[in-house]
């Protein structure tokens, strides 16, 4: 099974930026989709951004339109979250988490039901 790994939190101002990265391994992943999502105190998992990996075709939440960018670096398997002009209610623990889903003309999707692997997590906080 894919394995993910979560970097890049920490503290940040409102207006700053962050870089999240999840690191993959534990096999080949030309079939899966990997999926950011959070969770701030108190509330369940909210759907990011995701990418498939073979193509690189991409899914955003509307909040996160305009200020996150999701990409893929296929030599090193890691896919990237970047976090621009971010806003208190950014807050959360950022998961990325992976989805097999290798049919390549199916939409992705951000249910987080269909994701089946999640990594550990990293703590974004923006103060105001």
């Known amino acids: 099974q894919v394995q993910l790994v979560e970097s890049g939190g920490g503290l940040a101002q409102a207006g700053g930026s962050l870089r999240l990265s999840c690191a993959m391994s534990g096999g080949t992943f030309s079939g899966y989709v990997i999926g950011w999502f959070r969770q701030a105190p108190g509330k369940g998992q909210e759907f990011v951004a995701a990418i498939r990996w073979s193509v690189g075709t991409t899914l955003y939440s509307d909040s996160a339109k305009g200020r996150i960018t999701i990409s893929r670096d296929n030599a090193k398997n890691v896919v990237y979250l970047q976090m621009n002009s971010l806003r208190p209610e950014d807050t959360a623990v950022y998961y990325c988490?992976?989805?097999?889903?290798?049919?390549?003309?199916?939409?992705?999707?951000?249910?987080?039901?269909?994701?089946?692997?999640w990594g550990q997590g990293t703590q974004v906080t923006v103060s105001s």
């Open positions: 988490a992976a989805d097999y889903s290798p049919i390549i003309h199916i939409s992705l999707t951000s249910r987080v039901s269909e994701y089946a692997n």
